[in-house]
């Protein structure tokens, strides 16, 4: 089994306090009416991109959704620029332009956020092809929701990764639920991974809430599409412990569903796991620290920067033809 080195170890601790504070503060913040966004909190969701991103550089592509910050803040997207987007201002990662839905970060390798369902894995595909027809080494991971897996483009682009070989990791963040419909009720696989079956790739069913055994399937499959090996199916099992967006009451959850999920909330329990793994208190301490500095710097750079300017309305809207 793939096991993280001591340094990794801490990394994914890292990545996961900070989409955790991140998430606390934009709900925070958007509570106060500072800024005003639909938001999609992927809290509870933390250890599958940490997981994930600590095996991928800044080459490597990810596609994500709409509940993607956690995916964004895991690859790297610095908090400034994504906190502006997010504000829409001028300075954001799509300079205001995108919005929390859209946000887009080349030099971090985040391609698309989308609020179609089903989107990123196409996009995946286009991404892995380019990279294949270059000759390169880079690897893309198209993240989505179980209720995804029951769209159309799910089943095509599984179909053409595995046929070409493509390298693409698909990683399926099933959370239970797909807006306010249960699994059961809308999806007919036993589990998500069975239908890599269908398509002869890979397909695994991982704790999506235990990182190191993220981690574990994860290194595989990036190690498998960068070697030529192909495609990989990742199902991890998962909760959301906020609803589908912010404000939704849950009312159709079952009783205490959630308060059981949150029971075993995945970010103190891998910092329990670190304590009590050699890893030292004032080391955690410090790196929330840092995180919560960090996430200070960003809000308030964005609640100061300027809006984008009128004559940027159409700017950046249509790539320029040769011709113009
Ligand atoms: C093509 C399409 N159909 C329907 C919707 C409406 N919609 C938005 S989110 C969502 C649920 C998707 O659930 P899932 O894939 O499990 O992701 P989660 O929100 O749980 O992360 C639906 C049906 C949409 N945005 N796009
Ligand atoms: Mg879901």
Not at 16 to 28: K, T
Not at 32 to 39: E, F, M, N, T
Not at 216 to 239: N, Q, Y
């Amino acid at each position: 089994m793939n096991t993280p080195d001591p340094q990794t170890l801490v990394d994914i601790y890292r990545r996961m306090a900070l989409i955790q504070r991140s998430d606390d503060r934009f709900r925070a913040v958007i509570k106060s009416g500072k800024i005003v966004a639909p938001y999609y909190s992927p809290r509870g969701q933390e250890a599958i991109p940490a997981a994930v991103s600590v095996s991928l550089t800044d080459e490597d592509y990810i596609c994500t959704i709409y509940r993607g910050i956690h995916d964004m803040l895991a690859k790297g997207v610095p908090s400034k620029q994504l906190w502006a987007e997010i504000a829409g201002k001028a300075t954001g990662t799509c300079k205001g332009k995108g919005g929390p839905m859209h946000i887009t970060h080349p030099a971090t390798g985040v391609m698309v956020t989308t609020g179609i369902v089903g989107s990123s894995m196409p996009i995946a595909n286009g991404l892995a092809l380019a990279a294949q027809i270059r000759g390169e080494k880079r690897v893309a991971v198209a993240y989505f929701g179980d209720g995804a897996s029951n769209i159309g483009a799910f089943h095509e682009s599984l179909n053409m990764a595995a046929v070409w070989k493509l390298p693409v990791v698909f990683v399926c963040q099933n959370n239970g639920y797909g807006e306010h419909t249960r699994y059961e009720l809308a999806t007919s696989a036993r589990q998500i991974s069975d239908r890599a079956a269908g398509y002869q790739m890979p397909g695994v069913t991982v704790d999506g809430n235990e990182p190191l055994a993220v981690y574990a399937v994860a290194r595989e499959a990036i190690e498998r599409a960068r070697g030529g090996g192909g495609p990989t199916l990742i199902e991890a099992k998962t909760f959301r412990f906020q609803g589908h967006v912010f404000g939704d009451a849950d009312a159709y959850m079952a009783k205490g569903e959630k308060e059981a999920a949150m029971a075993k909330d995945p970010v103190p329990r891998y910092r329990a796991w670190l304590l009590g793994n050699g890893v030292g208190e004032g080391e955690l301490a410090a790196i929330e620290t840092a995180i919560d500095r960090e996430i200070d710097e960003a809000v308030a750079f964005a609640l100061e920067s300027p809006p984008p300017d009128l004559a940027e309305l159409q700017r950046d809207v249509l790539a320029p033809t040769e011709a113009a």
